[in-house]
């Protein structure tokens, strides 16, 4: 018998993490900020250089310093790949030379402002498209954005401090970052570092405070992005608990769901779920399940009116199908672990009054992990 040993066998995550030793795409980390000044790029400059401490090859693609003294100290300890320079209606402009980082193909690229418009002439429009391909080629992005670039959210910024943003980056790219980070700082420090001159120079300081910087705003745009970066951790949560198989348990965000019908009493529901979700801090969900009686021209207006009322109150409006209504709603609540369910009951009696009863413990069978919210409201 051969003293040699029988390697072990190799489990199935060995296998995996073999096969995804050459990488599919770069890994793309975003630092959030919700404002200018809170220490976006110079936390990112200082992983880069962490990184590049590690023995990773890490090179910077654009750095906006803003005359910043700091920020631009940790920039000059990073090799860069010199700018390109743009001529655009006789004036050049400097951008940052996506052909010159590829051909330089280090692990790692910082890329500054990741809402940046390229000037015409560049091989994309947007900064982020570029960012993209970098990820394509499988080099590592950081990057950085403030929470009022973010599409979705720029109207309410808009409207909170009643400044036109004019750059934008849509939500589905910071949906494929790998990582978001939020640079954080209290509004009163901010407002700190501003009269000490850090962020802007004098002759702005007054003004940015009066308008931009005014507490109430920076208030509300902190609250954005930490809201933002709770999306996307719950969302990696919700990916680990798919990957892992694991339970409905596993929930750490409070989630409210709505369950409505095409009625009039829907609205009422879609109000309560909302206020719960504001007072645990909780997304809101509504969740609808077609069904023929909603074919009526009634019932479609009277659904759409819904709709529309979820939708002003921040709601994420989920269509469902099948047959099974209960079976389908506990189904979705089940896999993407809401934790409060809200349902509408007439205020019936008798057998209808056993039937309802009995669907909810259907209902409490399939969803155990939610806290169910009944709500008895007048038959329309």
Not at 131 to 137: A, D, S
Not at 176 to 187: C, L, M, N
Request: one cysteine or more.
């Amino acid at each position: 018998m051969s003293d040699q040993q029988t390697p072990p066998r190799k489990t199935p995550e060995d296998w995996l993490e073999t096969s995804s030793t050459e990488k599919e795409r770069g890994r793309f980390k975003v630092f959030l900020g919700y404002a200018p000044g809170v220490g976006k790029t110079f936390s990112m400059l200082s992983e880069g250089i962490r990184r590049r401490g590690r023995g990773e090859d890490v090179v910077v693609g654009v750095v906006e310093t803003h005359g910043r003294k700091g920020t631009a100290e940790l920039a000059e300890k990073l090799e860069r790949v010199p700018r390109r320079e743009v001529e655009y209606k006789g004036t050049l402009f400097s951008e940052m030379d996506v052909e010159g980082i590829l051909a330089r193909a280090p692990q790692v690229v910082l890329v500054d402002e990741l809402a940046h418009t390229n000037v015409e002439g560049s091989r994309f429009s947007k900064r982020y498209e570029d960012v993209l391909l970098l990820l394509e080629k499988r080099i590592d992005v950081l990057s950085t954005i403030n929470i009022q670039h973010v599409e979705s959210l720029t109207p309410r910024v808009q409207a909170l401090t009643g400044v036109t943003v004019r750059e934008q980056v849509p939500d589905w790219v910071l949906d494929r970052a790998d990582e978001i980070v939020i640079s954080d700082v209290t509004p009163e420090a901010l407002v700190t570092r501003m009269r000490r001159g850090d962020i802007y120079p004098a002759e702005r300081v007054e003004r940015s405070l009066t308008n931009f910087f005014r507490r109430g705003n920076l208030i509300a745009l902190r609250e954005l992005a930490l809201q933002r970066v709770t999306r996307a951790v719950d969302r990696t949560l919700d990916e680990y608990v798919r990957r892992k198989n694991l339970g409905p348990h596993w929930a750490v965000a409070e989630k409210v769901g709505v369950c409505i019908g095409a009625n009039v009493q829907a609205r009422d529901l879609i109000a309560r779920g909302a206020r719960l979700a504001e007072a645990l801090g909780a997304e809101l969900y509504v969740l609808h399940v077609a069904a023929a009686r909603d074919s009526s021209t009634e019932a479609r207006r009277t659904l759409e009116s819904s709709i529309a009322f979820a939708t002003h109150l921040g709601a994420q409006m989920v269509q469902l199908s099948g047959k099974d209504v209960l079976r389908v709603t506990a189904a979705y609540i089940r896999e993407h672990r809401i934790t409060q369910a809200i349902v509408g009951r007439s205020a019936t009696h008798g057998l209808r009054s056993y039937l309802y009863y009995y669907s909810l413990q259907k209902f409490m069978a399939e969803a155990s992990n939610v806290d169910l919210h009944i709500v008895t409201q007048e038959q329309a």
